[in-house]
T-cell receptor
Framework: SQKIEQNSEALNIQEGKTATLTCNYTNYSPAYLQWYRQDPGRGPVFLLLIRENEKEKRKERLKVTFDTTLKQSLFHITASQPADSATYLC????????????FGSGTRLQVQP | DGGITQSPKYLFRKEGQNVTLSCEQNLNHDAMYWYRQDPGQGLRLIYY???????QKGDIAEGYSVSREKKESFPLTVTSAQKNPTAFYLC????????????FGQGTRLTVV
């Protein structure tokens, strides 16, 4: 079956370090992949979109890579801050005729001051 | 301000009752979506609509119903047939199909009492 996997364990890092979150998928070839941030009790907020022909995308302190051979995306936050603490979700369009995003379960990031 | 609004924020329902969750957007988006999120889990797709007067089932449509009579509105009814309705419900919209970001509402937390 088609699957999106994110590390379910929380990631704890020190302020100023780089956080790296992983999104792995199986059994399909998405044309693009998106990353969202979700704070407790609130809806997700869009961060970045990367297309299959793009290896890397940057936005301020955020960087996303997309390796279609490994079926993996990495999401990096450089110079992390306590305000970056949240759950980060990756999402794919499965392109199976159903045009809606499929989300991973998310990884909770905790940045310690 | 443009955005997507869900109401109410908190909703309590007695077992056996139907309840309708509201979702309104003024972004002029064609596509709208309903997701369900359970604690510690990702978003699961309930229903989606790519255009007015048309909608499709997602992964967990049983026990739910929707309508899309207006472009701006996509209400979700949780029926008594839904066996475990207590969850966080998220509505989203996007411009349309393809590589576009989804905009989410703030969510409705439904509790069955």
């Amino acid at each position: 079956s088609q699957k999106i996997e994110q590390n379910s364990e929380a990631l704890n890092i020190q302020e100023g370090k780089t956080a790296t979150l992983t999104c792995n998928y199986t059994n399909y070839s998405p044309a693009y992949l998106q990353w969202y941030r979700q704070d407790p009790g609130r809806g997700p907020v869009f961060l970045l979109l990367i297309r299959e022909n793009e290896k890397e995308k940057r936005k301020e302190r955020l960087k996303v890579t997309f390796d279609t051979t490994l079926k993996q995306s990495l999401f990096h936050i450089t110079a992390s801050q306590p305000a970056d603490s949240a759950t980060y979700l990756c999402a794919l369009d499965m392109q199976t005729g159903r045009r809606a995003l499929t989300f991973g379960s998310g990884t909770r990031l905790q940045v310690q001051p | 301000d443009g955005g997507i609004t869900q109401s109410p924020k908190y909703l309590f329902r007695k077992e056996g009752q139907n309840v309708t969750l509201s979702c309104e957007q003024n972004l002029n988006h064609d596509a709208m979506y309903w997701y369900r999120q359970d604690p510690g889990q990702g978003l699961r797709l309930i229903y989606y609509s790519q255009i007015v007067n048309d909608f499709q089932k997602g992964d967990i449509a049983e026990g739910y119903s929707v309508s899309r009579e207006k472009k701006e509105s996509f209400p979700l009814t949780v029926t008594s047939a839904q066996k475990n309705p207590t969850a966080f419900y998220l509505c989203a919209s996007s411009i349309g199909q393809g590589a576009t970001e989804a905009f989410f509402g703030q969510g409705t937390r439904l509790t069955v009492v």
